[in-house]
Nanobody, 113 residues
Framework: QFVESGGGKVQPGGSLTLSCKAS????????MGWYRRFPGKERELVAS???????YYTTPAKGRFTISRDDPTNTVVLQMKNLKPEDTAVYYC?????????WGQGTRVTVSS
């Protein structure tokens, strides 16, 4: 399973670093993604990283978010800077391709003045 952490409340323009720790799963086997869910909406992909460290960012994340991974510790990190109110959401990690791995509880990010 995945345990996400690092969320919190920040002012617009602030930064946060989210961490996702996997247990019982070898993240090295997967292209890993960070997702977010807005209230009443489906989860959407924010960024992904392959086992070869190739990264992909959706338009809202480009230039502001950085995804990284550390497979020996089964950890995936999302560094977020210049946060905007529209980044307010619950953030999750999971493999990009459905792997039948349950979603974690997520970590809530609130961007507000």
């Amino acid at each position: 399973q995945f345990v996400e952490s690092g969320g919190g409340k920040v002012q617009p323009g602030g930064s946060l670093t989210l961490s996702c720790k996997a247990s019982g799963i070898a993240t090295s086997l997967y292209t890993m993604g960070w997702y977010r869910r807005f209230p009443g909406k489906e989860r959407e992909l924010v960024a992904s990283i392959t086992s070869g460290r190739n990264t992909y960012y959706t338009t809202p994340a480009k230039g502001r978010f950085t995804i990284s991974r550390d497979d020996p510790t089964n950890t995936v990190v999302l560094q977020m800077k210049n946060l905007k109110p529209e980044d307010t959401a619950v953030y999750y990690c999971n493999p990009v391709a459905p792997a039948g791995i349950p979603w974690g509880q997520g970590t809530r990010v609130t961007v507000s003045s």
